[in-house]
């Protein structure tokens, strides 16, 4: 089966002829996002949208810029990227396909900061002030502070569901045991 190039929507033409798209979503039943996941694609999204200001934010965008769309690490495992990467979006297309797409478009001059952060912002439902949140806030501290050290694994230790979920059974029994 052959996908080809989506062709996104142009929505509105903005002064400096950057286009806003009607971004494909992911289907909800394609895969399960961990919370750990998402808040790793946060950091890549944030670091995106202050490459240029924050060198800390540079750094890391240039060491995972070797895999595709920067889906390595500092921020995932090359395992996780690629299978993100393969996920199926709401258009019928791979989220690999469809930024691909949206860079041959760019002649593959894509502005990290005007096109592909919100575009994975869109695609992966992290909404619109995911950064401002205090858990954000907190995640993000901690993995600045692991991706220094980290080397060429992913910033911190990713959790799978298997592991959040064994977490919360820990969580649960400790609170049984205290009540």
Known sequence: MSVEAPNPEVTETVENDERNFAFPSLNPDAA???????????CLVHDL??????????S???????????F????????????LLDLILSNKSAVRVYLGGMAGEKGYHI??????????????????????????????????????????????????????????EKKKSKSKRRG
Do not use: W
């Open 111 to 168: 502005c990290t900061s005007h096109t592909l952060a919100p575009a994975l912002a869109k695609i992966f439902n992290l909404g619109d002030d995911f950064d401002v949140k205090s858990s954000f806030k907190q995640y993000y501290s901690r993995f600045c502070s692991a991706a220094r050290y980290c080397g060429d694994g992913p910033a911190l230790e990713e959790l799978t569901n298997s592991d959040t979920s064994a977490e919360s």
């Open 60 to 70: 890391r965008v240039e060491k995972a810029n070797l895999y595709p769309f920067c």
């Open 32 to 42: 399960v996002i961990t919370f750990d996941v998402k808040c790793r694609l946060g």
């Open 72 to 83: 390595g690490p500092p921020y995932l495992s090359p395992a996780t990227g690629e299978a």
């Open 49 to 58: 949208q202050r490459f240029k200001s924050d060198s800390g934010a540079m």
